[in-house]
């Protein structure tokens, strides 16, 4: 059901994008049933999350309006949005970039550093999506407002306004986000699109004064560090499938690793990294895989919930687990250790160079 919905979202997106191109003025209402249908297939499962991190094939455009839809929903879900005010976060994902379609589209496929005219005339489109959209219907000015704030940051080096701060609305930082992280992980002409939890670590250490905190915190406890369908590798060596995650422990999802066969056949079991403070994940070794986590529809599970009953874990285990400014820092660590690492051997390399280029020169004397 979640491919078949996506591809037929993508082809109704895509009718709103040549209704722009052609200057007509768009019909936004089988967008909000859009929405309604998006909100609800995320309530019943993570068919839609996983597909949405799995970098799905298309046009790049209108799948980037649809992951963002899914992403910010899912964010939105976990900062407490409910009802008309979670279906309209819904609405504005799948149109919060539709002002691209107003520029010449050689800007925004050129390979190569545009020059300031040209990152001007691009830094516009939020502003032509809100005009497009204002134009639709009175009725849909706040979403013409979200859309104009949605490439805004909380540091003032967004566009197109500067704004900073609280001057634009957390709607619209949730969308910035869920931006950001799409881009990341897909594929881009002068990069390889990297991992979910490689995006992830990159939003929580690079972009920490970007948005604000909740806001990414938001992102991490709803898709983890290690979302839903990605292969992980554990510190006992085995390999497993995250099938669930734990929002209060977002480097601790819930993992079905295989085992051998057996006389009954094919066996698996589920490991919930919440509950094991000795087994951890080490590695991940590929991105969410449609298809790979199997949904009940009518599971009474909540989608993202947390599994196992918190009582039975330490306080001590639970303040070392909890706290995005601790998992940051860690990483933060890891990284700044790497590079010390290799400029430590970089320096090694280059004192044992120095020093065979002065054994040749004393050999040349003698």
């Known amino acids: 059901m979640s491919i078949s919905w996506y591809r ?34 995320l309530k019943r499962s993570e068919a839609l999350t996983v597909l949405a991190l799995s970098s799905p094939s298309g046009d790049p455009l209108l799948t980037n309006l649809l992951n963002v839809a899914i992403v910010a929903t899912k964010m939105g879900m976990r900062l407490g949005y409910f009802g ?17 379609c107003a520029v010449p589209q050689s800007l925004v496929t050129k390979e190569g550093r545009l020059t300031p005219d040209e990152q001007m005339l691009l830094e516009q489109h939020p502003e ?12 849909y000015l706040w979403l013409a407002q979200v859309v104009r704030a949605a490439h805004e940051r909380s540091n003032g080096l967004g566009y197109p306004n500067r704004l900073r701060g609280r001057q634009f609305s957390e709607m619209a930082q949730i969308i910035g ?10 594929e881009r002409p002068y990069r390889r699109r990297m991992l979910p939890h490689e995006a992830i670590q990159e939003l929580m250490v690079a972009e920490r004064l970007t948005f604000p905190r909740e806001i990414v915190k938001a992102l991490v406890e709803q898709l983890s560090v290690y979302p839903l369908g990605t292969t992980v590798r554990l510190t006992t060596g085995e390999t497993g499938l995250v099938v669930a995650v734990n929002p209060r422990y977002p480097l ?8 051998a066969e057996g006389e009954d056949g094919h066996v698996s079991r589920q490991v919930d990294l919440s509950l094991t403070p000795l087994v951890a994940v080490i590695e991940a070794l590929n991105s969410p895989v449609v298809g790979s986590v199997h949904f009940e529809p009518d599971s009474d599970t909540p989608t993202g919930g947390c599994f196992g009953n918190p009582g039975t874990r330490s306080d001590q285990f639970a303040s070392l687990l909890e706290g995005l400014d601790g998992i940051a820092s860690a990483i933060q660590g890891a990284v700044l250790t790497q590079a010390e690492r290799s400029q430590d051997q970089s320096d090694q390399c280059e004192a044992e160079q120095e020093e065979d280029r002065h054994k040749q020169e004393g050999s040349t004397v003698s």
């Open 84 to 100: 008309e005010e979670l279906e309209r976060l819904a609405m504005a994902g799948l149109v919060h970039d539709v002002g691209l």
């Open 8 to 41: 037929e979202a993508e082809g109704e997106l895509r009718q709103l994008v040549l209704a722009i191109q052609r200057q007509h003025t768009i019909c936004l209402d089988r967008v909000t049933m859009l929405a309604t249908d998006l909100v609800a297939s």
């Open 252 to 259: 601790r999802p819930i993992v079905k690793v295989d085992e």
């Open 128 to 139: 032509l999506g809100y005009e497009a959209i204002k134009r639709a219907a009175p009725e």
């Open 177 to 186: 986000v869920a931006d950001v992280f799409d881009a990341l992980i897909s």
